[in-house]
Every structure is written in C-alpha cells, then in structure tokens.
C-alpha cells in the first residue's frame, strides 16, 4: 500500500498504523502520530486501520538544550 509518510511517499506492508511507524523505523514511544491532520493518540495506534494514500506525520521530541 502507498502511503505518505512526512511528506514522502513510502511503500508499506500493513494496514495500521503502529506497525507501519516500525516498518519505517518510528520505534520511539515518545513519538507524536497525526493521520490526515488529525492527531492520534499513542494508544489508539494498534486500532487504527491505514488505507491508500493517506498521510502521516510524525513528530519526535528533539532532546538538548
């Protein structure tokens, strides 16, 4: 299934979206999850069901200071 994932279109085997952040290498908890503009919270993730074409974003914390 193509999907684009931060403004790049990937290729990705499964259809929800906590595999599909490990299958492109999201493994950070810590991470925050929008698909199509709407944020999805960390535990709504193993339920929520991808199809052709939609869009994640995917923000992660910088650490520094």
Known sequence: ?????????????????????VECGYENPSIATALNGTFVHRELRTE???TEGDRIEVVAPIEGG
């Open 48 to 50: 929520t069901k991808l």
């Open 1 to 21: 299934m193509r999907i684009i994932v931060n403004g790049e279109e990937r290729e990705v085997t499964s259809d929800l979206l906590d595999q599909v952040l």
